[in-house]
């Protein structure tokens, strides 16, 4: 069963940098999006930034030059990194690893960031 684990969240300042991570255990085959994703208090979870398969990025227009997206297809992993942080970015934030089989994706359980004024 394929499980997917987001890490290097924490509580950080206004203008800091983070990088979050996204593991996952079991092997996901003919992957086609990885994908960030977060949710703020009381709004929908909304799209970070997505890498597909050809290597062609998108990020929100409220994160572009700021985050930038990485992956290792062969480890099945993927990265946020995440800089001049602001308040707004406050949220949990998720990794959505697609696949041919899978194009929902799968999900993983949320790493939290909070950027302090």
């Known amino acids: 069963q394929v499980q997917l684990v987001e890490s290097g969240g924490g509580l950080v300042q206004a203008g800091d940098s983070l990088r979050l991570s996204c593991a996952t255990s079991?092997?996901?085959?003919?992957?086609?999006?990885m994908a960030w994703y977060r949710q703020a208090p009381g709004k929908q979870r909304e799209l970070v930034g997505v890498i597909t398969r050809d290597g062609s990025t998108n990020y929100a227009d409220s994160v572009k030059g700021r985050f930038t997206i990485s992956r290792d297809i062969a480890k099945n992993t993927v990265d946020l990194q995440m800089s001049s942080l602001k308040p707004e970015d406050t949220a949990v934030y998720y990794c959505n690893i697609g696949s041919l089989l899978y194009p929902q994706g799968y999900w993983g359980q949320g790493t939290q960031v909070t950027v302090s004024s």
């Open positions: 079991g092997r996901i085959f003919s992957i086609t999006t």
